[in-house]
């Protein structure tokens, strides 16, 4: 029920391409939706979020789509950059009962975006 | 800019031995959590912290693992009895509030038990 389950496990896109990484979820009552970028050797960190009360957010280059009937977001990575290679992880949340936001990870898609 | 801080970041263990691994959140966050991440995984929720005491744990956050924060600043985690299925990197992470704030994550402590 908490999975999260994540595709491509790995990307290769060229420079200028749109990276797109897709996420499905079963707990209906998940209500945050962050995605994380992961460099080698450092922990994760948030690079865009949204909430089901909404279709689409976008911050720069970086746009979720959501689609709460289906229970799938995903993540459009426009113009990639050498960059943004990394690892990306989508993972969703609930407010537990003392309002504390445990998140459960996606197994995560590598992303190499090539010159 | 304000960051989580995680100590050791690499340690070496034999099996059976306790481990501590330390963190100090962002000094005015008020959630904590720690997760690991075993090589080539994705990253699992062991356990989360608010007003002194467990909000939240996993099936993983069994009787070996427990988390104290012994002073303002520090959370720790400590592997009572190590196993090798301990070896992961293991992250902390803070938020300021509660329900969808960001959070932000700690370099992590890389537990490798032998």
């Known amino acids: 029920q908490q999975q999260v389950k994540q595709s491509p496990q790995s990307l290769i896109v060229q420079k200028g391409g749109i990276s797109i990484i897709n996420c499905a979820y079963e707990?209906?009552?998940?209500?945050?939706f962050p995605w994380y970028q992961q460099f080698p050797g450092k922990g994760p960190a948030l690079l865009i979020a949204i909430r089901p009360d909404v279709s689409e957010k976008k911050e720069g280059r970086f746009t979720i789509s959501f689609n709460k009937s289906a229970k799938q977001f995903s993540l459009h990575i426009m113009d990639s950059q050498p960059g943004d290679s990394a690892t990306y992880f989508c993972a969703a949340s609930t407010r537990g009962q003392t309002g504390a936001n445990n998140l459960f990870f996606g197994t995560g898609t590598r992303l190499t975006v090539i010159p | 800019e304000p960051e989580v801080t995680q100590t050791p970041s690499h340690q070496v263990t034999q099996m059976g031995q306790e481990v501590i691994l330390r963190c100090v959140p962002i000094?005015?966050?008020?959630?904590f959590y720690w997760y690991r991440q075993i090589l080539g995984q994705k990253v699992e929720f062991l356990v989360s912290f608010y007003n002194n005491e467990i909000s939240e744990k996993s099936e993983i956050f069994d009787d070996q693992f427990s988390v104290e924060r012994p002073d303002g600043s520090n959370f720790t985690l400590k592997i009572r009895s190590t196993k090798l299925e301990d070896s992961a990197m293991y992250f902390c992470a803070s938020t300021l509030t509660s329900g969808g704030e960001t959070q932000y994550f700690g370099p992590g402590t890389r537990l490798l038990v032998l």
């Open positions: 000094s005015n966050h008020l959630y």
């Open positions: 707990n209906t009552a998940f209500d945050y």
